[in-house]
């Protein structure tokens, strides 16, 4: 089944000039760690003294960094791509064992594809549609008439929730939670009435979702992540929230009800993002920014206190607590001066 | 079993004035996406373009927005509230199948009420009751001597550990955690000793903690999420806090050990309030602010740094490791300002 | 099976001086809710009127409180932590039930050892091998050649993926998801191409890691949590991230790939550290501090915007984005006023 590579196998598939012995890979590994059968990668020139002291069977780099360079290696236009594709190659994904485990809880009116493969402890409510070679691994919950596309992989823990969409190749990390109700509430005089959450979560092909980050389910329409994004762990997905294709979020980010965030967008981490706004495709907005208004024009956006020995923090935090009062102050100091100087002026004529 | 209504029949048992044809109505929906059969309402007026254009049966609004209107309608004095009660009517939450599903685990020391909804591979634990009419979907959790309420809802992957007690009618949206550990450790020269927590935490009636959200026991006594409270998803509530009555606190929020927040509060999205604090009722937080003092009196709450494009972030950051010495060189120069004011002054006489 | 205590022999196993009459302890509490049987702690002098009031059979604290006091007592050198200690004695850990629950998915090529419980509902893989007297409560899942310590504690709904190693006694709360993918992304021209992560999480012994914690797996090499570590809920720790032994974080902090925190270390709730970076040992990171840059010597650090009441904070935070401005204003004043002053001394002369 396993396919063995070389570096000139390596270099004609994914697209690089190779050099040197035409070396066997069978893994990847970083420059310190590599032994024999390893492919490292040079991710920046300051590195090379590593890279002269690494056991790597072969190297990839840049042309520029691979002059002189005499053991095996491949040159390639972008060394971090070819090094991720060939990790694909050499590590490849799990593949679906197809089958329902016999602990599964799978409805009648459920259809799971002979492919697919259906986890220990795992419920498929009635309904619901599992694509070929899906993997489901165990206690995932999938809820009444949602649709797992093909060669989706759902890790232990994760729920789907009635009447999503999960397209194909989607990964779900443990205990993403898909589809749980949106946050509506309307007040009643004295309590908060539940405003039912009827939209759906559409997430696009190729998706993949981090560990706890949770995406919920439309109150009207549906809340949509476009083919291809990236969002990592712990992120929140509010209500109607629409995330362009390719858009990639780093952990910890929370995106309020109703925004809807371009293609090819980079959120750091922990950026909070206010509700009903737009933000432009290709945006970038730095770590531990909140964006409570809308980004029309792409470009890159902070916003965070910068950090400092805590005695610095507390001078400088209590004045900026009268910023304004200080704006003032300097205001009439350039009123006074502009008065003094015109007495001065005067005088001298 | 289902109930077919009429925008008479909606006015009539929700409060509200119908006009034009006594259209049946059988869902709910946007003005956008409205067909045939459908209520949608009129959030703002400068939504009229959208409600002349929309397919709805019916519409909600207000008397002032309804003028001259001839479609079929129905007057509300709040039309959000209305269309949360009619969504409740025409689209009902789910009603418990009473049964344990085979797969389940339900200690012999337990009580289940006949009507209660076990679901597949839920572990209900020796001592626990579970009152008429839960629902506990797959794979729920329940520990020793725990207490769920009547009509109480637990999504998948839900734990709710020993001791604690779960009102009536409450939601727990998947992989709610409500019991965990709170943080209690003690330093013990070179390592930490873990204090053993032994509080519970005790949900009132009419709760909904949102998906991922982890509200933890306390160390001596309980932590306690007051009755028709709400809470978003991935919110941290530490051991031994109080949350009042109908305070609602969107997603990401968390709130450390012991802090006391009052009732019907609203916190906003990531704030992040400190410990051992207390906040008044009917406090507002606005997303993204740290609240680290107590709030006596309620109001309006905000701290955030303002997002800017990076290259003037960058300047004013900068700065603002400053701004005491800046403060300083203010003084300096209205010191000095005035002193020349005064020498000017006396050359003058 | 259950020992007696008195103070005099909390006292003599537990390090502290006992006075009054040797009476008999059965659990601890706080003052306020302290009943017959119960040790309860004076944790600072001011709540001394509470000592007096409280019906606690004793009270362990310092000595400096202790003068005059006639009710049975314990003086210790930290009251805390032999408090702490006490109650680990009266309300002792879970112990192993040893054997595996008839709907648990043990695989045949996995190793578990007779003494350790394997609750409802758990799945381990093969090639998994879980020591004496560890205890996977519920819908557990431990991945292939998952290795889980001795006295290790893994509540519900806690997944361990392939290859990680977890040490003895840790403990991870419910829904902690520990070897989750790393966030690693290639940028392909038009989309993201995925870089398998292929190191593991090591998670030394003694740790705490709570509810929703997310703690990824290594691109290439591991991730490390050190020894006797103690992490909160919903806490992101990013790839190739190392926690040095014995440090301490609250919840919602968020560590991002690759950075190296140093031993000891306190990191308050919320806090945000970008990657690549390392923190000293014994650093104190307060809560809600983004730390974007390495520290170097240890001390305390802070970085949050102080909370203000709405008003005020909308006008400083709309000067806040000019201070850069401000500063050159002030710069031009200064200016200005020199020559104003060098002016007004000429004419003197």
């Known amino acids: 089944m396993s396919q063995s590579w070389t570096i000139s196998t390596l270099a004609e598939r994914l697209g690089g000039a190779w050099h040197g012995d035409d070396v066997a890979i069978d893994h990847v590994a970083s420059l310190e760690s590599a032994a024999s059968g390893a492919l490292a990668f ?71 594809d002979a492919s697919a493969q ?63 109700d949106g946050f509506g509430n309307a007040w009643a005089g004295d309590h908060w009435e539940k405003i039912p959450q009827l939209g759906r979560v559409i997430i696009g092909d190729d998706v993949e979702i981090g560990a706890c980050t949770t995406v919920d389910r439309g109150a009207l329409e549906d809340t949509v992540i476009g083919q291809g994004a990236r969002l990592d762990n712990l992120i929140q997905v509010a209500h109607n929230v629409e995330v362009g294709a390719h858009t990639a979020m780093a952990a910890c980010v929370g995106i309020a009800g109703s925004t809807k965030i371009g293609a090819r967008c980079q959120i750091g981490g922990a950026a909070m993002i206010s509700g009903h706004l737009e933000i432009a495709d290709g945006t970038v907005v730095l770590g531990g920014t909140l964006v409570a208004k809308t980004i029309h024009q792409s470009g890159v956006y902070s916003g965070s206190y910068p950090m400092q020995e805590h005695g610095d923090w507390l001078k400088n935090a209590a004045q900026l607590r009268h910023l304004n009062e200080l704006v003032q102050r300097v205001k009439q100091l350039e009123k006074q001066l502009t008065a003094l100087q015109v007495a001065s002026g005067e005088e001298k004529q």
Not at 146 to 172: F, K, M, S, T
Request: aromatic content about 4%; glycine content about 8%; some cysteine.
């Open 42 to 112: 040079l991710a920046n020139p300051r590195f090379k003294p590593q890279m002269a002291q690494s056991a790597a069977a072969a190297v990839v780099l840049k042309a520029a960094d691979a002059e002189g360079l005499t053991r095996p290696h491949i040159v390639a236009k972008d060394p971090h791509l070819f090094f991720a594709r060939a990790a694909q190659l050499l590590h490849p994904a799990r593949v679906a064992q197809g089958g329902v485990h016999p602990s599964a809880t799978v409805s009648d009116a459920a259809q799971v």
């Open 118 to 180: 259906i986890g220990p402890g795992v419920v498929v409510e009635a309904g619901a549609r599992i694509a070929a070679g899906a993997i489901l691994l165990a206690n995932v919950y999938v809820g009444r008439d949602v649709i797992i596309g093909e060669g989706a992989l759902l890790y232990p823990q994760v729920c789907v929730l009635d009447h999503c969409e999960i397209g194909a190749r989607v990964i779900l990390h443990p205990a993403a939670i898909i589809g749980a």
